[in-house]
């Protein structure tokens, strides 16, 4: 799971560089950047996370009782009343771009960004409902131990962009006309990352045939899970909704920032949360009659997601500048003949980035405490903890974003940062629309987001410890990577200022090559188990020698 995951985001990755280097920022980048924001409200709400915690459970106990005729008449239920329900909302999306658009940017949107993202709306949602077809496919191979098929499926969506931006960027189209050519691309991955799971489908669930039968108990016991996920995960997709919405509020080029930010964000999580989240789900659900086996399971998963995000969010404060330049500017450069990345939109995504970071640790062992609660039938409990971490995020957000809103970035300077100490509101609507002015409201929004996951995190720790005999926490698991997640910060910070004129990729590898291997070093030395299974291989290379 952990290595189709990781192909995925970066084949993201790559799709990003491409971005950085035919689009950068401007009106085109912010038109694509609101336009994949609105249709993915649709697939996160119905996607992965909600039917896997919703549907895995049941259809694995299915699976484990020897069930499987009533266990594929019942992945057959969920798969044509989800196409009936997705092509519902894609048709209505579709019809009603423009308004829709209008309301959930507040018509804050400059006129040539809302005209630009309206026609993108249309086409990338037709493209998203195939995604959400996909989220199914992931969950019924999950359940039968197919993970890699499912998580690599992804690349086919990101390769389909990639294609598209390389023909049309080469060819020099005009920018907008490169973003209506990628939101096809969109269409085309779609469709490309369900086809590529159909072969694995066919050998696990033959037998699978859509249907819209929602009698039976098995069906009726999805939907009851369905419900208490659908608005936790709604929840979130609120608080997706409210980053649009603030980010519409202030300077354009905010989501185009957020855009290249969350991508690097997100990789690390996905790599070393999701993937032990999403693996031990049906694992912990096939356990709940055996509670010491599961806890065990979970304890561990712990474990490896703070090890992991505890340096990722080092790396990421420390040295995101080295790691966003060298990716967006030096290698986009090299791959696609040059970029449009400048310094002053390089120091603003690693600033949010760096913010961001800061909650990576938080979010990664949430998503696993989640799982934990859906393994035991529990799905009610995170949607109210969802919630309050919504209204947190919302209110910081809206506090700090039009603070830093008045800082401008210049270069590799940051002008008027005394201004984050004032209190205002948002910019008049006449100095939020210049292309070629940068400015630091997205970080803002980062801040709230970050501070947010820590609260959501203690919330789950204090249900989990209410809900579960002797439970695993998340906290303790953090706290043993403290101490070596300092010296790495320490090492990171001096080998940057050694390093400071060497070209940006060389710097990044030297500051992130010495500030891991203090990181693994320390925590060996504390006998921090996920340590030894890094340096293991390393021992037996040179014993070998």
Same mark, same amino acid.
């Given at each position: ?242 980053? @649009?919405? $603030?980010?519409?509020? +202030?300077?354009? !080029? /905010? =989501?185009?920032?957020?855009?290249? #930010?969350?991508? &690097?964000?997100? *990789? ?76 002053? @939109?390089? $120091?603003?995504?690693? +600033?949010?980035? !760096? /913010? =961001?970071?800061?909650?990576?640790? #938080?979010?990664? &062992?949430?998503? *696993? ?87 959501? =995190? ?88």
């Amino acid at each position: 799971m952990a290595a189709g995951i990781f192909l995925s985001r970066v084949a993201g990755v790559i799709r990003e560089m491409a971005i950085a280097a035919f689009l950068g920022a401007g009106t085109a980048t912010e038109a694509l950047r609101a336009a994949m924001r609105i249709p993915n409200l649709l697939q996160n709400l119905l996607g992965e996370g909600t039917l896997s915690a919703s549907f895995i459970p049941v259809y694995a106990g299915l699976l484990k009782e020897g069930e499987e005729e009533r266990a594929n008449k019942l992945a057959g239920a969920v798969l044509g009343l989800l196409l009936a329900i997705t092509t519902a909302l894609v048709a209505l999306g579709v019809l009603v771009a423009r308004p829709l658009t209008w309301m959930l940017t507040a018509g804050q949107l400059p006129d040539d960004v809302f005209a630009a993202t309206v026609p993108l709306v249309r086409i990338v949602t037709i493209g998203l409902g195939f995604l959400v077809v996909s989220a199914w496919c992931l969950g019924v191979l999950n359940t039968h131990g197919r993970f890699f098929i499912s998580y690599v499926a992804p690349v086919a969506w990101n390769a389909a962009q990639i294609a598209v931006l390389i023909v049309v960027g080469l060819a020099g189209w005009a920018k907008l006309d490169i973003v209506d050519a990628l939101a096809w691309g969109v269409v085309a991955g779609g469709i490309l990352q369900v086809l590529v799971q159909v072969p694995a489908l066919r050998e696990v669930g033959g037998h699978i045939r859509p249907s819209l039968d929602h009698r039976s108990r098995e069906v009726r016991d999805v939907g009851r899970r369905f419900a208490p996920v659908l608005l936790s995960r709604g929840v979130i997709q609120l608080s997706a909704y409210v980053d @649009l919405l $603030l980010a519409a509020l +202030l300077a354009q !080029g /905010a =989501l185009t920032v957020l855009g290249f #930010a969350q991508v &690097l964000y997100l *990789l690390p999580i996905s790599l070393f949360a999701m993937s032990v989240a999403a693996a031990e789900l049906p694992e912990m659900s096939r356990l709940t009659g055996d509670p010491s086996a599961m806890l065990a399971r979970a304890r561990r998963g712990f474990a490896q997601i703070a090890f992991f995000l505890g340096f990722v969010a080092v790396a990421y404060v420390a040295a995101g500048d080295l790691i966003v330049g060298t990716l967006y500017q030096s290698l986009a450069g090299t791959l696609f003949g040059s970029t449009e990345f400048t310094d002053e @939109l390089r $120091l603003s995504v690693w +600033l949010v980035m !760096g /913010a =961001l970071a800061l909650g990576v640790p #938080a979010i990664g &062992l949430s998503r *696993l405490s989640q799982n934990t609660m859906y393994a035991t039938g529990n799905t009610r409990g995170p949607a109210r903890i969802a919630i309050i971490r919504v209204l947190v995020a919302a209110g910081l957000g809206l506090f700090f974003a039009f603070q830093f809103d008045r800082v401008l970035v210049e270069g590799t300077t940051l002008i008027d940062l005394g201004n984050v100490f004032g209190l205002h509101g948002p910019l008049p609507r006449s100095e939020r629309s210049a292309e070629d002015i940068f400015r630091l409201g997205a970080v803002g929004l980062a801040v709230g987001s970050a501070i947010a996951a820590w609260v959501e =995190l203690v919330l789950l720790e204090r249900l989990i410890t209410r809900s579960l005999p002797t439970p695993p926490l998340a906290l303790p698991a953090l706290a043993a990577v403290i101490r070596p997640a300092a010296a790495a910060f320490l090492t990171a910070a001096v080998v940057k200022t050694i390093t400071e004129a060497t070209p940006t990729p060389i710097a990044m590898v030297l500051t992130i090559g010495l500030a891991g291997f203090v990181y693994v070093t320390l925590a060996f030395r504390l006998g921090i188990p996920e340590a030894d299974l890094i340096l293991r291989p390393v021992r037996r290379a040179i014993w070998r020698r």
